[in-house]
């Protein structure tokens, strides 16, 4: 039986058969349509993301499974101060496979560890959201036909946006990739995706604080949301913004076979008026996170025999990460890991991997 | 394709059509127990209305379909500042027709235009509540055999209830209605509905402070919550509220074959002792809410091929409506249509239908 | 057609029943896989308890029935001043059955006189919890074998814990019944459980104030939760509340086959490391309290015919209970019944069996 924590987690032959199973899916709806029948998938959503929710629960219902739901946290026994694995334990009881969301860092490795079924984690806090970035793969596959030689601009919160760490992790095991990275200076991508990721595996990126500039090259654009209450510097904010907010006339210059994603929900940095622009890829995005949902699912459901190699663990002193699940779960042992990362060791906690000690 | 947005965009061969699959389903049920196997109906209810969501749960159930469900707007990435036109692209990856409840007057209008499968309006502000008007009716057509020739009495808040007058609108529509209006006269219907309705079509009515006096004359009476916050004097609203209130003693003088109606929730305005009179058919109104609803589903599913005429629309200045749509939706056009009411000329916006210009 | 508002409800036959269905459908889970197609459960939570919701909605599907949820009383029609007989009487046209969770003690019982579908009480205030009781007691008969000459510590809070009151009844009507009663001096069993339960049935009891004394001689271990708000004296609470957590080493003098016990959810009462413990029942009880749930639906869908012998009733003042329905619900009678308790008549709320007037 195997869980989803991570979408690194997943090697990429297993990545490349999700895709495949989704775009079969896409072309055969009724071969899958009682793939699940009597099977069970609960959703629990210790933070609110209807979006993702729906996605997950009209994907099960697609393949012919029901749903049992928790949709808001503060009606559920966590109120009363149960942990995510006891929880873990008795969903396990309910359901044959249950998503997570909540606002604790590790909270779904913990659940997987508890629980007797698959657990698909749907954002722990600022840690991983797997589904949101399988839904960006399968789409720069469907719309570009490879995930080589591509040349990405990522545009506007780099610096906080977990999807685009996701993304840039992904797209870095193919060939040919080239990120161009477009973001006010203060929401620059951190160090560690830069020293880890990018120089570590030697992709080829630029950093540039200019939309406009970049959009000829761009085979692939992806843009995120600037939030104001990111900004020190309001002035700075209110300068930069409109520069950051994909408009008709901004796309000129673009490739006629750009593919524009976004995660969603956008507020306002894509014009509406791009929607009707058939290089506006952000609605079947949301479609794609459906078949890939399903893909995995399926992918899940049918892993009674996988068993996961056990990773080497180290006891150690308490995580300092205060938005780690160890910080409120009780009797949780802290534990580490051991990794060379950049010519170094590193340890990281076993839970929220945050490189505290 | 075709959404539901207001009762009168309705035929009467519509309506009619939709009564007489109403009434099948109630006597066949097991006919339409497979009819949306495998569709997917989603509940948006960005304020509360359980009554109206579980009906259409229950009604697309009894289809053999299936449900999603986001109950509380608070949850929403609607939170997170979604328009309705992102959240109504999304839904269409996820479900196959959709239920919107939304505080904003023209909402499920501009989700019906955005959504790429059949909207019904579960009411958008003041503005519509179609299905509501639909079990109305026919709970008149089962009770009474037929829409003619019926003195209808409509008792309390006349001024402010939007069954109330979407009710008048559409019995309008039929041979010998005769409509007796009670209430205080701070609740009087509003001058739009009188003149715009009863009066241009030459519909008898009669205006009157007093359910008793009224009460031997009618075939329908429909009763609704005389709210306390609608009165500037309070003193007024303690004087008045018991003679709105319908008991067991009020019901002396009326016809044997009376047919009593609320829309529901009722709070005290009629006495629970009324509920043993086989007169009484607020309970069955709500069951036939969700056949009227299983209709609905069942004839937009139908629609594919349905193509609705393009109303003329000429650009204007913003919506002076406070509770219109335009107001918060993002890049919204301010678009209006023209045409004849009571010998004039009304511009009315295209999404609220406020007169503001 | 029947509900079950208390355990108390069931005779010995029936409860033997349901054990024995819910123990065929553990092992015959396909013969009952459409046992309940085409019907609909409705659950209906007046206050939040996800875990009582998600059982009975994961036990209405594995029936092969389908769910409508309120999940939440803050977004229904209650909220607008609804009785909880107009909800029971429209429910009933939405679902084939009902579960109602409510704060005010009597709303199950109202409910069910209201409905015209059966009614599961899943908690109305202090009053019962009845199916919590059901995994309890088949969580015993499964692990033990019988009912029959148990000896039953029960460890916590045993003065507010309405499922320690209801087990003792129920627990009590089997031969060889013996209790250790573990609790703090502030919290032990009510008198009117003493007198009436075990007194009356000569029930062999002991009242103890320690744990590890009484583990050696128990069959059983049903823990509880102490929470801290209970206590007048805190000091007493942090001198004492260690001495009723459950650890690794307090079990090494219990029987081998002990059952240990627990509603769920647990805070910190039982120690984590106790989970892989094989007398650790308290998961497997969840599980139970399912199968028990599915046993239940069956019975109750399956009771058309069934007329409850009607109680005596005499008419009085208002309930002084402040936490009965009738001190809410408009238009409710006060109603009593009169019964022999302990020699002596006592007059009984008809709606919330306490003893007021």
């Known amino acids: 039986m195997r869980s989803l924590i991570d979408v690194v987690d997943l090697s990429t032959e297993e990545l490349d058969g999700l895709c495949e199973t989704a775009i079969d899916i896409a072309r055969n709806p009724e071969r899958y349509s009682d793939a699940c029948r009597g099977k069970k998938l609960a959703t629990l959503f210790f933070e609110p993301s209807t979006r993702t929710r729906m996605s997950f629960e009209a994907a099960m219902l697609e393949l012919g499974g029901n749903v049992i739901t928790m949709e808001d946290a503060s009606s559920s026994s966590a109120a009363k101060g149960e942990s995510v694995h006891d929880t873990a334990r008795v969903v396990s009881c309910y359901a044959d496979i249950m998503v997570l969301r909540h606002p604790k860092e590790g909270a779904a490795f913990v659940a997987a560890k508890s629980a007797s079924v698959p657990v698909i984690n749907a954002g722990d ?51 040919g990739t080239k990120f161009i990275l477009i973001s006010p200076d203060e929401l620059r991508i951190p160090d560690y995706v830069r020293k ?27 843009m995120t949301r600037i939030q104001r209450e990111r900004f020190t510097d309001l002035d700075e904010y209110e300068r930069l913004k409109d520069s950051y907010i994909l408009t008709v006339d901004k796309l000129k210059t ?38 890939m949902r399903m893909a995995l699912i399926l992918k899940l459901l049918g892993s009674e025999n996988y068993s996961e190699e056990p990773r080497v663990t180290l006891p150690g002193p308490a995580c300092k990460n205060r938005a780690c699940i160890t910080g409120v779960e009780q009797e949780l042992e802290f534990l580490y890991t051991e990794r060379e990362e950049g010519g170094r060791k590193v340890r990281r906690c076993l839970y929220c991997e945050a490189e505290t000690v």
């Open 125 to 175: 806090g600022g840690h991983c959201h797997p589904t949101q970035t399988l839904a960006d793969l399968i789409t720069i596959k469907r719309e570009k036909g490879s995930f080589e030689n591509l040349t990405i601009g990522i545009c506007g919160d780099l610096k906080y946006g977990r999807t685009v760490h996701s993304l840039i992790n992904a797209m870095s095991r193919y060939k």
């Open 196 to 222: 880890n990721v990018l120089e570590k595996l030697d992709i080829p990126y630029e950093e540039v604080s200019d939309l406009e500039t970049a959009m000829p090259s761009l085979d692939v654009l992806y």
């Open 254 to 291: 673009a490739k006629s076979d750009l593919a524009i994603l976004h995660p969603l929900p956008r507020v306002n940095e894509i014009s509406v008026k791009v929607d009707d622009d058939p290089r506006a890829c952000y609605f079947k995005q949301a479609l794609n996170g459906k078949l």
